[in-house]
């Protein structure tokens, strides 16, 4: 890191596997998410924080794409059809918006009712919006960084390993106030964490990287 | 955990996700879709029937074990579609979880429409088109100004209209399902429309597993290209159905669906 990218830096935060994080991000400030270790997914929504009615949309922003992956420079559209954010910089390459999260509920029926009990993103969502008065109603299909779940022609829909080396990340720079929220993903079930979710670190800087 | 290391506990989730994503995608087999002039419903088993005119929306109670079908009278149409469950709105389709829990984006006969609580909300139990979609969504005003040049009604607007009229709002919108929108994702995940995979009558009939409110708009797809935008009605009917068979195909479609069918059970037992 050169010592610009210090120099910028308004706040960073290690953020320990399997745990929830939440932040406002100015307009034009741009968040960095590290994915330390690598091979860890990382779950993320957005609302505008002027009116948390209004939030990040995927089918919204995959219809204004007209492609199915979150990648370098994909415009990150809000439900009011508004551009919340966009992706500045990529070092790992295309990212999920389709898988949404995992919730106690849906691994009960992908993996067996043995699995109900284990922790997982959606327990992370409702409590981290809960700080800010936000309820179950407000999770909808979320952000999937550094997840690999490529949609064939056929619709054939599968979620592989981690795609992520230590230190990869993907910088998100702000369009509007937004309220970020994060998950680090604590799902053990599928390849998607490499069955052994580890910490990532976020760094928010004023303005977009060199 | 009981002398079971971590590394053999990745080990045997890994085997278990992979024969999971096997039986999903490489063992499945679902069934024909039906035939245009197939799956009559009795006279006397009709509840309700409505044609909804192009651009409108309209919105059905269905109580569990009641179908509702969707057709597409002139093979013009695209119907966007969100359910609630009755007792607790906050309980309602999820796209995402109905794409993951069943290894694939496409939907059709045999297939499971499933709630955010690892609950069924409907089984399409029968199925004319397959050509569905679960990714992109339905219209907006910005997508008809952008396509037709002039706002008109669109399906984001008809979803937060049906939504209001049941005391619900804006954060009780979520990603919805589209009948009748011939979508797939080429090799780069670009979007393709296939206009051919479209045709009169075509239909489906999707059995509600729980108490439901739905919301359908009758909007051109965002995607599809046809210029005017196509206008043309939709005629919804809800009927009643006989207690579904122990060989259902929906409920014995796969493991994931034995269990989702068993949780969503108990909501009734």
Same mark, same amino acid.
């Not at chain 1, 932040?23 to 957005?46: C, F, H, N, P, Y």
């Given at each position: 890191?050169?010592?610009?990218?210090?120099?910028?830096?308004?706040?960073?935060?290690?953020?320990?596997?399997?745990?929830?994080?939440?932040?406002?991000?100015?307009?034009?400030?741009?968040?960095?998410?590290?994915?330390?270790?690598?091979?860890?997914?990382?779950?993320?929504?957005?609302?505008?924080?002027?009116?948390?009615?209004?939030?990040?949309?995927?089918?919204?922003?995959?219809?204004?794409?007209?492609?199915?992956?979150?990648?370098?420079?994909?415009?990150?559209?809000?439900?009011?059809?508004?551009?919340?954010?966009?992706?500045?910089?990529?070092?790992?390459?295309?990212?999920?918006?389709?898988?949404?999260?995992?919730?106690?509920?849906?691994?009960?029926?992908?993996?067996?009712?043995?699995?109900?009990?284990?922790?997982?993103?959606?327990?992370?969502?409702?409590?981290?919006?809960?700080?800010?008065?936000?309820?179950?109603?407000?999770?909808?299909?979320?952000?999937?960084?550094?997840?690999?779940?490529?949609?064939?022609?056929?619709?054939?829909?599968?979620?592989?390993?981690?795609?992520?080396?230590?230190?990869?990340?993907?910088?998100?720079?702000?369009?509007?106030?937004?309220?970020?929220?994060?998950?680090?993903?604590?799902?053990?079930?599928?390849?998607?964490?490499?069955?052994?979710?580890?910490?990532?670190?976020?760094?928010?800087?004023?303005?977009?990287?060199? | 955990?009981?002398?079971?290391?971590?590394?053999?506990?990745?080990?045997?989730?890994?085997?278990?996700?992979?024969?999971?994503?096997?039986?999903?995608?490489?063992?499945?087999?679902?069934?024909?879709?039906?035939?245009?002039?197939?799956?009559?419903?009795?006279?006397?088993?009709?509840?309700?029937?409505?044609?909804?005119?192009?651009?409108?929306?309209?919105?059905?109670?269905?109580?569990?074990?009641? =179908?509702?079908?969707? !057709? *597409?009278?002139? %093979? &013009?149409?695209?119907?966007?579609?969100?359910?609630? #469950?009755?007792? $607790?709105?906050?309980?309602?389709?999820?796209?995402?979880?109905?794409?993951?829990?069943?290894?694939?984006?496409?939907?059709?006969?045999?297939?499971?429409?499933?709630?955010?609580?690892?609950?069924?909300?409907?089984?399409?139990?029968?199925?004319?088109?397959?050509?569905?979609?679960?990714?992109?969504?339905?219209?907006?005003?910005?997508?008809?100004?952008?396509?037709?040049?002039?706002?008109?009604?669109?399906?984001?607007?008809?979803?937060?209209?049906?939504?209001?009229?049941?005391?619900?709002?804006?954060?009780?919108?979520?990603?919805?399902?589209?009948?009748? =929108?011939?979508?797939? !994702? *080429?090799?780069? %995940? &670009?979007?393709?429309?296939?206009?051919?995979?479209? #045709?009169?009558? $075509?239909?489906?009939?999707?059995?509600?597993?729980?108490?439901?409110?739905?919301?359908?708009?009758?909007?051109?797809?965002?995607?599809?290209?046809?210029?005017?935008?196509?206008?043309?009605?939709?005629?919804?009917?809800?009927?009643?159905?006989?207690?579904?068979?122990?060989?259902?195909?929906?409920?014995?479609?796969?493991?994931?669906?034995?269990?989702?069918?068993?949780?969503?059970?108990?909501?009734?037992?």
């Amino acid at each position: 890191m050169s010592p610009s990218d210090q120099a910028d830096l308004v706040y960073a935060f290690d953020i320990p596997a399997e745990q929830p994080w939440s932040r406002v991000l100015k307009k034009g400030e741009t968040l960095r998410i590290i994915d330390s270790e690598g091979e860890q997914a990382v779950d993320a929504l957005m609302y505008a924080a002027g009116d948390t009615a209004e939030r990040y949309s995927a089918q919204d922003t995959l219809r204004i794409q007209g492609s199915a992956y979150i990648e370098l420079g994909t415009k990150l559209i809000s439900n009011r059809g508004q551009v919340m954010a966009r992706i500045t910089a990529d070092t790992c390459g295309r990212h999920d918006t389709s898988a949404g999260c995992c919730s106690c509920e849906s691994n009960a029926v992908r993996f067996g009712e043995a699995t109900r009990y284990l922790h997982a993103c959606r327990e992370n969502f409702i409590l981290e919006l809960s700080r800010h008065g936000l309820t179950k109603r407000d999770i909808v299909s979320n952000l999937n960084f550094f997840m690999n779940v490529p949609i064939e022609p056929t619709g054939n829909f599968t979620v592989l390993d981690g795609p992520s080396s230590p230190g990869n990340y993907v910088d998100v720079t702000a369009e509007m106030d937004v309220l970020f929220v994060i998950s680090n993903c604590p799902q053990v079930n599928n390849p998607c964490n490499g069955f052994d979710p580890t910490p990532i670190r976020v760094e928010i800087r004023a303005t977009p990287a060199a | 955990m009981s002398g079971e290391s971590k590394a053999e506990r990745a080990a045997a989730n890994r085997r278990r996700y992979e024969e999971l994503r096997a039986a999903g995608q490489e063992l499945k087999q679902l069934p024909a879709p039906t035939a245009v002039d197939g799956a009559p419903i009795a006279h006397d088993a009709i509840i309700q029937t409505e044609q909804v005119p192009p651009g409108w929306h309209a919105t059905v109670r269905l109580s569990r074990g009641e =179908a509702l079908r969707i !057709t *597409d009278d002139l %093979g &013009r149409s695209s119907v966007s579609l969100l359910a609630w #469950r009755s007792e $607790d709105p906050c309980e309602r389709i999820n796209c995402a979880d109905t794409v993951k829990v069943q290894w694939s984006a496409a939907l059709s006969k045999g297939r499971m429409i499933l709630s955010d609580m690892g609950r069924v909300l409907l089984s399409v139990i029968e199925d004319t088109s397959g050509s569905h979609d679960l990714l992109v969504g339905g219209s907006t005003a910005d997508s008809i100004l952008a396509a037709f040049g002039e706002v008109t009604r669109n399906t984001q607007a008809n979803f937060i209209s049906a939504a209001a009229k049941i005391g619900l709002g804006l954060r009780d919108i979520p990603p919805c399902v589209t009948f009748f =929108a011939p979508v797939t !994702t *080429d090799a780069t %995940g &670009r979007f393709v429309w296939h206009a051919a995979r479209k #045709r009169p009558g $075509d239909f489906v009939d999707l059995r509600a597993e729980m108490n439901l409110i739905v919301a359908v708009s009758n909007c051109a797809h965002p995607l599809d290209p046809a210029r005017p935008a196509v206008t043309a009605p939709i005629t919804l009917m809800r009927h009643r159905l006989p207690p579904p068979a122990a060989d259902d195909v929906c409920r014995t479609a796969s493991s994931e669906a034995v269990r989702a069918y068993a949780f969503t059970d108990q909501l009734f037992a």
